[in-house]
């Protein structure tokens, strides 16, 4: 059990919320992630990457978007409540050395996991430019804890709200033409954001790195629900990864992997918005008629 210790609404429906998890704490590294489970016997296991850590307080900081019944019931908790599960650190740290110039591209929520590799790499004594991007300026996050590591922050937002009224992919280009050009690129966010970051810096030649957030189960390569083609090989996500060359990753498959329940998702949506109950309620109520199961009897 992990008590959670403090919690911040960040945007709408994105959340960072601080709990006890001292081993956790004194462990991970950059680039790592956890797996949650708010309910062990019917909960979804719920990959989460680690924002930040904090071994005096022995607590981390996870930052996550409340989309489903488990991140919205995640989302629901205040502090003082316990978390059933938390295990990890999990997955392989980003390597972390002194590159050069070193450019950061975080979009949306993957702003969050960007940030201790952010961190990390300004450590390791490298040049870092930090781009965030977001649809509009109420969704851009962490603003100013990039601002306090990044010696360049460049803000785009799809609508011109905020920052510069761009795609990542127009400063991250400019950067690459640029004399000198960057010795590294790492990209999170949105999978098609990350695919076109890496045929962004591949004329060019710059070495990328994508962490991929694929669909995950168990976090210990048992179940095989993580897996993508990298260099022409299968790879797991949660024990191989999840960071990989963005330049040998088939961004396709992996695209149509992560569809292959969007009739599902978007049936439910339907029936949520048709519905007079509560949400979360419904979703998790149609979950548990697909499994053969009897109502949820959750709160709203």
Request: a negative charge; charged letters at 25%; one cysteine or more.
């Amino acid at each position: 059990m992990n008590k959670i210790i403090a919690k911040e609404r960040l945007s709408q429906e994105v959340f960072r919320i601080e709990l006890e998890a001292p081993h956790i704490a004194r462990e991970r590294k950059a680039g790592q992630f956890v797996i949650v489970q708010t309910d062990v016997d019917f909960g979804e296991r719920i990959p989460l990457t680690i924002a930040d850590a904090d071994t005096a307080k022995g607590s981390i900081t996870l930052i996550f978007q409340a989309v489903g019944v488990s991140t919205h019931r995640l989302a629901e908790l205040e502090p003082g409540a316990y978390i059933e599960a938390v295990l990890g650190p999990l997955g392989n740290p980003t390597h972390i050395e002194n590159y050069g110039h070193a450019v950061c591209v975080g979009g949306g929520i993957g702003v969050a996991p960007m940030h201790p590799i952010a961190q990390a790499l300004k450590a390791a004594g490298n040049k870092l430019t930090v781009i965030i991007g977001a649809r509009n300026k109420e969704l851009v996050i962490l603003e100013k804890e990039m601002r306090a590591i990044a010696d360049e922050l460049i803000i785009v937002t799809d609508d011109g709200s905020y920052g510069r009224k761009a795609l990542v992919t127009e400063p991250l280009k400019e950067l690459c033409e640029a004399e000198p050009k960057p010795d590294l690129a790492v990209t999170i966010g949105p999978p098609i954001m990350m695919k076109f970051c890496a045929e962004t810096t591949r004329p060019y030649k710059v070495k990328t790195f994508a962490s991929l957030n694929t669909i995950m189960i168990d976090g210990t390569g048992m179940c095989g629900g993580c897996r993508v083609t990298v260099g022409g090989k299968t790879r797991f996500v949660c024990v191989d990864g999840p960071e990989f060359d963005a330049h040998e990753v088939d961004w396709n498959g992996m695209l149509l992997r992560l569809g292959a329940y969007k009739p599902l998702e978007d049936a439910a949506h339907k029936e949520l918005h048709e519905s007079g109950q509560c949400r979360l309620d419904a979703l998790a109520d149609a979950v548990m008629a697909k499994a053969g199961l009897g109502k949820s009897g959750g709160a709203s």
